[in-house]
């Protein structure tokens, strides 16, 4: 049996205010396994946004233990959680954060070259990806020359460029219709899948966890 690729031992997040302690994660445990995907789910607020910082290393601050990949990752200095994000990790947000002055392409290959692949290698990786989300006639395209829908798929593809083996999305969908919504998700779904890593995804929406293959439930700081 593989090694789970995340592992959340006793994760806890506190906030001093107006003089009082708000406790945001209270001793919170999570198991991710290899190709799992899971829906973290709770109400605005309710501290899903503040567990995928910490589990991106995107901040200090929390107690607990974090391994990801096999690698106590909690304690590592900046250097050492910079690349644990570039080797191990993709993000996917509510807004796409794209770079404007940057195509398709061009937006999914940056975070290749920060792995030094070969330019042609990241190209052709960085297209693949985009045709398989059905954007094959878009890679020239800039973001503001692609709708709010495409624009994410893009953010996608950014994320699996370096073959992650956990990928972070954070209502992925939350900005988009619907409509556009579904037809993003579905795709992100196939995609994570067929690239075979997990993803831990953070949504208040009953009807879009329903579709991963495990929910958890984050309610006043506790996982139920």
Do not use: C, W
């Amino acid at each position: 049996m593989s090694e789970p690729v995340l592992v959340v031992t006793g994760l806890s997040r506190s906030f001093a205010q107006g003089g009082q302690t708000i406790e945001v994660l209270r001793s919170v445990d999570l198991t991710v396994g290899a190709g799992e995907i899971v829906a973290l789910l709770g109400p605005s607020g309710s501290g899903k946004s503040t567990m995928l910082q910490a589990v991106g290393l995107l901040e200090g601050g929390f107690g607990g233990s974090i391994r990801i990949a096999g690698e106590e990752a909690a304690r590592l200095n900046a250097d050492g959680r910079t690349r644990v994000r570039r080797d191990q990790l993709g993000f996917v947000y509510q807004f796409h954060h794209l770079l404007p002055d940057f195509n398709a392409t061009e937006n999914v290959v940056l975070p290749q070259m920060i792995q030094d692949r070969p330019r042609d290698e990241a190209d052709a990786r960085a297209a693949a990806l985009l045709t398989a989300l059905g954007l094959g006639h878009r890679l020239t395209h800039r973001p503001n020359q692609l709708s709010g829908g495409e624009q994410q798929r893009v953010a996608v593809a950014r994320a699996l460029a370096n073959r992650p083996a956990l990928v972070l999305a954070d209502e992925p969908t939350g900005n988009l219709d619907e409509g556009t919504a579904d037809i993003v998700l579905a795709e992100f779904l196939r995609l994570v899948r067929g690239e075979g890593s997990a993803a831990l995804v953070a949504t208040h929406n009953e009807r879009i966890a329903a579709k991963m293959d495990r929910v958890v439930r984050l309610h006043e700081g506790r996982l139920a």
